[in-house]
C-alpha cells in the first residue's frame, strides 16, 4: 500500500536551514504529482511546494528563493531543501501523494492529493 514518511524535522535558529526527506513505498514516485504542505495549529495545512512528473515545480510566495523541492526517483524519496529559515516557518510539515498520476500537478490546494505522511515538526527561533 502507500506509504509516506518524512524525516529531518528539528529545531534551528532563524537564518538556519534543515532538509526533509520523504521516503516513499507501495508505488512509483515519478509518475505522480508530489508535494510538501505545513500546518500549525492556528491555520489551515497550506501548500508549500510541489513537483511533477516532469520536475516541474511550483513554490508558495512566501517559500520562493528560500525552499527548494527536489526528488530521487532511483531512491523514492522527496525532498524539501529550507534555508535562511524565520520563525514564520515553524510547523509540521506533511509529505503527499497526488490522488492519481491523472491528477493535475499546477496549483498547491491540498484537496488534490489524497496520500499523506505523518509529518515532521519544524520549530525556528528568532
Known amino acids: 500500500q502507500v506509504q509516506l514518511v518524512e524525516s529531518g524535522g528539528g529545531s534551528v535558529q532563524a537564518g538556519g536551514s534543515l532538509r526533509l526527506s520523504c521516503a516513499a513505498s507501495?508505488?512509483?514516485?515519478?509518475?505522480?504529482?508530489m508535494g510538501w504542505f505545513r500546518q500549525t495549529p492556528a491555520k489551515e495545512r497550506e501548500g508549500v511546494a510541489i513537483?511533477?512528473?516532469?520536475?516541474?515545480?511550483t513554490y508558495a510566495d512566501s517559500v520562493k528563493g528560500r525552499f527548494t523541492i527536489s526528488k530521487d526517483n532511483a531512491k523514492n524519496t522527496l525532498y524539501l531543501q529550507m534555508n535562511s529559515l524565520k520563525p514564520e516557518d515553524t510547523a509540521m510539515y506533511y509529505c503527499?501523494?497526488?490522488?492519481?498520476?491523472?491528477?493535475?500537478?499546477?496549483?498547491?490546494?491540498?484537496?488534490?492529493?489524497?496520500?499523506w505522511g505523518q509529518g515532521t515538526q519544524v520549530t525556528v527561533s528568532s
Open positions: 503527499a501523494r497526488a490522488r492519481s498520476v491523472y491528477s493535475a500537478c499546477s496549483s498547491l490546494f491540498k484537496d488534490a492529493f489524497g496520500y
Open positions: 507501495g508505488f512509483p514516485q515519478d509518475r505522480y504529482c
Open positions: 513537483i511533477d512528473s516532469g520536475d516541474k515545480t
